[in-house]
Structures are given as C-alpha cells and as structure tokens.
C-alpha cells in the first residue's frame, strides 16, 4: 500500500517515515498517512454496547470485532475498555476478598485477557499475540479454574433436577453407572449402543451436566461437526486433540497438541 502512496522511496525506513518521523511499522505508517480506516465505528460500537451488556456478552462482542471486523488497533480498544471487560471479574475478586475497595489491577486484567483468549481460540483458533495484545500469564491453576468455573451450577442444578426423572430405566442405569464411575475416578470406558431417536443425545447432555455440576471436568468430543452441536459445548475430535484433517496413511501422522501446553493434563487424564 505505502509503494502506491510513496514517491521515490529509497529504502524500507523512508517508507516508514511520516513527516520526518520513522514510524515502528508499516501499518503504523499507513495509518500516519490516513491510509486505514480508523476504530471510531468500532469503539462506539463498544461504548454504546458497555452502558446496556454484561461484561461477558461485552468480551464476547470485543472477540467478533477483533475476528471478523479486523479493527487496526486492537490494543488501542483493549486499553479503554479493559475496565468494562473486567467488571464482573472485580466484583467477584472483592466479594471472595471481602474488600469492596479493590482497584482494578494487573490480575483482574489477566483473567479477563484469559476469557477473551479462551473464546478466540474456541472460535477461531487464534491468540491474543495474533491482535497484538498483552499476551495473558496462565498457570494451571488457572486452566482449572477456566475448565471448572465455566459454568452456572445454579442452572445445571436446574437441568439435572428438570430431566432426572424423565430417564426412562435403561437411561437412568446408564446415567447412575457412568455418574458413579467419574464421581468416583473408577477409570473406565462406556458406550452407548440403541437405535436412533430413543434419547442417546439427551442421555449424553445429562451426563455432561451433572459431572460439571459436581465441579469436575467434562470435554464434550463428537467425531463430525453436526454431532458436536447436539452436545453442550460440544467440540470436535480434530479440533479438541489437534488431529490432522488430512491423513497420509504412507506417513507418520500425530496430533499437534503442544507438550507444554496447560491443559493437555486434562486431555491425559480423567476428570
């Protein structure tokens, strides 16, 4: 763009020099030059958003500006809206302190980096690091905490209490087994074999709910993207374990989870 907009340049730093000032990027360069469109439509968009939304619909509304609007300065709208993000996180970090004074600080921004990273690499696979924003400090307490914390209790105590006595004899065998299996870390595997249409889904879905109401982790995995969507927060196999979409059978093929990846603890053991 700037070596349609430059005359004469004579070397890579004169096209970033704007004015007789050398800007640290190009894009720095173009947007000096008035050569971008500016984040005004998307920081009013985030103003108007912050006086009516929750700060968790708010991170989600932040997540699909910086994945499908490709706003030019992201750090930019994280820094004047970091505070409106995080709200929720202060508010619950002071009444577990019991400290209804507590600024916001560096960890409450953390954990609202965390979320927000979270959902772009559920939804895209992407990373703080792709938008240039401060990178977020995980430790694995706080990949528990991500896993375990997720979730209401209040409404899945709600779904179980609802849809327990609807199981049929054969569902509720099935749902007392397996519940009891997990509760009590008796590492087995179970499947589920009836015809279509007699509640497996639904079974499932109970099962997902009440091992998560009980504050262990549950990673729901289908083999194909419809089957995903049929169970909470479902996800598929090739994108939970990383497998590779296309398999050479004449060549080694492996996941590409990372070995220092935080939560890969969770995949390696039963919850």
Same mark, same amino acid.
């Given at each position: ?15 970033? =020099? !704007?004015?007789?000032? &050398? ?14 469109? #500016?984040?005004?439509?998307?920081? #009013? ?45 202060? *508010?619950?970090?002071?009444? $577990? ?7 916001? %600080?560096?960890?409450?921004? %953390?954990?609202?980096?965390? $979320? ?25 307490? %706080? ?5 375990? *914390? ?6 899945? =105590?709600?779904?179980?209490?609802? %849809?327990?006595?609807?199981? !049929? ?9 397996? !519940? ?42 289908? /083999? /194909? ?17 990383? &497998? ?9 093929? =492996? ?13 390696? =053991?039963?919850?």
């Amino acid at each position: 763009m700037l070596l349609h907009h430059v005359r004469g340049p004579t070397s890579f730093q004169y096209l970033k =020099t !704007v004015d007789g000032v &050398l800007k640290e990027t190009y894009q720095a360069a173009c947007r000096a030059r008035g050569l971008l469109e #500016n984040d005004d439509h998307w920081e #009013n968009t985030l103003r108007e958003a912050s006086l009516s939304q929750c700060p968790l619909q708010l991170r989600e509304l932040f997540v699909v500006i910086l994945l499908f609007c490709q706003p030019s300065e992201p750090l930019k709208l994280w820094n004047i809206f970091k505070d409106d993000l995080c709200e929720d996180i202060r *508010h619950r970090i002071r009444q $577990q302190n019991q400290d209804i004074t507590l600024p916001y %600080n560096e960890d409450i921004y %953390n954990e609202g980096l965390i $979320q927000i990273e979270n959902k772009l690499l559920q939804l895209n696979d992407k990373s703080l690091s792709d938008f240039g924003l401060p990178s977020s400090v995980r430790t694995e307490s %706080n990949a528990a905490e991500t896993m375990t *914390h997720r979730y209401d209790t209040n409404n899945l =105590t709600a779904f179980v209490n609802e %849809n327990l006595p609807k199981l !049929v004899p054969d569902q509720r065998h099935a749902f007392e087994t397996i !519940v009891d299996s997990v509760i009590h870390d008796k590492r087995k595997v179970f499947f589920l074999d009836a015809p279509g249409g007699t509640g497996k889904t639904f079974l499932t879905n109970l099962i997902l709910a009440k091992i998560r109401q009980s504050g262990k982790i549950a990673i729901a995995v289908a /083999s /194909s993207g419809i089957a995903a969507t049929l169970l909470k927060d479902g996800k598929t196999a090739h994108s939970t374990f990383k &497998l590779p979409l296309s398999v050479n059978l004449e060549q080694q093929s =492996t996941c590409s989870i990372r070995k220092m990846d935080l939560l890969v603890n969770y995949y390696k =053991t039963p919850h």
